[in-house]
């Protein structure tokens, strides 16, 4: 290591490597140089390819996806009802409800931050993202199995609310709910519009408003089985590429291509610029203050992102009463490869080759871009933009009929109703369309209108629990807990709310500067913010219910109506005792790998201290299999689950699909392609 040099360094020109003592605080120690700013360009991308990847290929994709969509109504004999639209038949198996979640979860952040965290942490910031964000997943699978049994006809989960604990509690976490979508949509144009702008010079404004656009045209066509369809190859297409970078890095490239010339580099580069508050300085343990305070913020802000976000309610809403809990847990293990395996290669080769990456690139999202351009050239440069662009649409057209949900059924729905006007399935299916489009349309606008301020993707993804937060217990004990009352449940989301940004600008003020973007952004500041919002409205709104208890037997949230009718809303006896069943199983699993992802994992990676080559050469090699065998899992299986079905469609209905068999695992329901087969 003696002779080690950062011939990356050297050649844009710096005297110190970007990656300092105490990167996030102090820029004025890291290199000046720009990776983007100083590059010939001749590894970037020209404005054209950037234009034909975020427009035409995004327009083609969407064409694409209502064809597929179509020809399976067509020949399925599927109506465009409210119910299909909203819900996708609730008939969705549990191949492709996983593959729904992983798209639905890897966000623009998913890819970008979590190599930044890398970059900054080492080792420790790749497990503590994925790891903190599978968690919320896997507990969600017992609440999806709620749904399943205690509002089988729901739309949303603000209908739950609504029928529980009346108009004033529906209104407030209609507020939450519509600030979740809009902090994740900020986020993904946030992370989209800063990577196209690096990589294509496309104008940051007008890819906020590219982007959308392929997303609301197979949103607004197809409804929620659309996004569903385009999710799976969303899904497919990130994790092939995450493949490619991954053996980029660890077996092929000619600087880098294998676990002990990383290694190396990252340990000269720990003694060149030792990592503040890590373990002798290192990029290599799990020994590192500001990876676990970054790992507090991320398991109480994505609790908020997952509970209190309509489109995984929808997910759930949608699934089987057998795939609400397997998909879930099979989601939510596949997409802990995402973030995990990614950002251990692309975030890792990061500081291993040393690059010039500046703090601002890094917060927002640019390593991974960074990387795969030096490594690929305009391939890596490619590829890393289509993979990007798949993550932020799917997400997208996830929030976008998650919104129009909210929008048609507690919003418009209500208001009918209190004016005494009827509420049909098709006025439903036209606002959701009409909510779609102006919603896609202000994405563009609130694009804009972060990058005027001068946010960035990490100050939003760890801001987010602070604003979000508070609403998550109640949430979760609207469908799960009995005797949670209305006064305790708004007591506890605006209580938590209240003592949250309290405690995050009180800390943030103590600082040098006072309130700033800058110091609340600190990483010990947003883990207050954003433990303060969940556990103090935990505590709140169970004293209140404690005091002042409710006796919900579940009657009302049963009674939720239909506007069309669906076969699979009904819940028989041998379903829901099949559900009871499921509850023990998914309480087992989720408990058992919560236990093992947040405790046991790190607890047993510290005695390794500082890793030796060979157990970063095990934790590489663990990263790779793990990202292989969600690949294989999430290509194959939806497929399988839906060969017959697949085959009707390619035959023009030749082959007919066979009808669901009724078993005590499922009742019957009609058969609704690509995720209509018998869960097998």
């Known amino acids: 290591m003696a002779d080690f040099v950062n011939p990356s360094v050297e050649a844009f020109g710096c005297t110190t490597s970007p990656v300092t003592r105490n990167f996030f605080l102090d820029p004025q120690y890291a290199c000046q140089a720009s990776f983007f700013g100083l590059a010939d360009g001749s590894a970037q991308l020209s404005r054209a390819v950037g234009y034909v990847i975020v427009l035409a290929f995004g327009i083609s994709f969407g064409i694409a996806t209502v064809g597929l969509v179509l020809i399976e109504r067509r020949i399925l004999n599927r109506p465009m009802d409210s119910e299909f639209f909203n819900t996708a038949g609730r008939s969705v198996k549990t191949g492709l409800t996983a593959s729904v979640l992983v798209s639905q979860w890897t966000w623009a952040a998913t890819l970008l931050q979590s190599s930044n965290v890398a970059f900054k942490y080492g080792v420790s910031g790749p497990f503590w993202y994925a790891s903190g964000a599978t968690l919320q997943i896997i507990i969600f699978a017992l609440l999806a199995v709620q749904v399943k049994r205690r509002a089988p006809t729901a739309h949303t989960f603000l209908e739950i609310i609504q029928a529980r604990w009346g108009t004033v509690a529906h209104t407030v976490f209609l507020f939450f709910a519509f600030a979740t979508n809009i902090i994740v949509t900020s986020m993904l144009i946030l992370g989209g519009s800063a990577v196209v702008n690096a990589l294509t010079g496309i104008n940051t404004n007008l890819a906020s408003f590219l982007i959308p656009l392929g997303v609301i045209l ?4 197809g409804g929620l089985k659309a996004t569903f369809v385009a999710s799976y190859f969303n899904t497919a297409v990130i994790l092939i590429a995450l493949c490619i970078f991954v053996f980029q890095v660890y077996v092929t490239d000619s600087t880098l291509g294998s676990p002990s010339t990383v290694y190396d580099r990252l340990q000269a580069t720990s003694v060149i610029q030792p990592v503040l508050d890590n373990k002798g300085g290192s990029y290599l343990t799990m020994f590192s203050k500001n990876g676990l305070l970054f790992g507090l913020s991320n398991i ?41 395996t990614l950002a251990t290669s692309l975030g890792l080769a990061g500081i291993a080759l040393s690059l010039p990456i500046t703090l601002d690139e890094s917060n927002s999202g640019l390593v991974p871009p960074a990387v795969a351009t030096h490594l690929m050239g305009k391939g890596g440069s490619v590829l890393i933009l289509i993979m990007l662009f798949m993550a932020v649409t799917s997400t997208g057209a996830a929030e976008q009929i998650a919104v129009s949900s909210l929008v048609a059924y507690d919003v418009y729905a209500p208001l009918m109703r209190r004016m005494g006007k009827p509420v049909t399935g098709k006025s439903v299916v036209l606002v959701s369309r009409i909510a779609i489009i102006v919603f896609g349309l202000l994405t563009g606008v609130l694009g804009i209108a972060l990058n005027a ?13 602070v604003i979000i937060g508070s609403a998550v217990a109640p949430v979760a004990f609207a469908i799960s807990w009995s005797k949670c009352s209305g006064a305790g449940a708004v007591a506890g989301a605006i209580g938590g709310l209240v003592l949250a940004i309290a405690s995050w600008l009180g800390y943030a003020s103590s600082f040098d500067g006072g309130v700033s973007i800058a110091n609340t952004g600190r990483d010990e500041v947003m883990v207050v913010g954003n433990v303060v919002a969940i556990l103090s409205s935990a505590a709140i709104c169970v004293v209140v219910s404690l005091i002042k208890p409710d006796n919900c037997d579940w009657l009302a949230t049963k009674s939720i109506p239909l506007l069309d009718a669906d076969a699979n809303a009904e819940l028989t006896p041998e379903a829901e005792a099949q559900i009871d069943k499921a509850m023990k199983m998914i309480t087992a699993w989720g408990v058992g790998l919560a236990l093992v992802l947040v405790v046991a994992w790190p607890l047993l990676a510290l005695p390794a201290g500082v890793f030796s080559k060979g157990y970063f050469t095990f934790w590489v090699i663990l990263s790779i299999i793990w990202g292989l065998m969600a690949t294989i899992a999430m290509v194959l299986l939806p497929v399988w689950e839906s060969r017959s079905s697949i085959l009707a469609i390619l035959s023009c209905g030749a082959i007919s699909p066979p009808l669901p068999v009724k078993t005590m695992e499922e009742p019957v329901g009609e058969s609704d392609g690509i995720s209509s087969e018998v869960d097998e």
């Open 218 to 221: 197979y949103t607004i066509a």
């Open 300 to 340: 109480c802000g994505n609790f908020g992102t997952v509970f209190v976000d309509q489109s995984y309610w929808q997910s759930a809403i949608a699934a089987t009463p057998q795939a609400a809990w397997k998909g879930y847990i099979l989601g939510g293990l596949s997409w802990f490869a995402i973030p995990f």
């Open 453 to 465: 301020i001068g946010v960035s993707l990490g100050w939003v993804y760890l801001g987010m629990g």
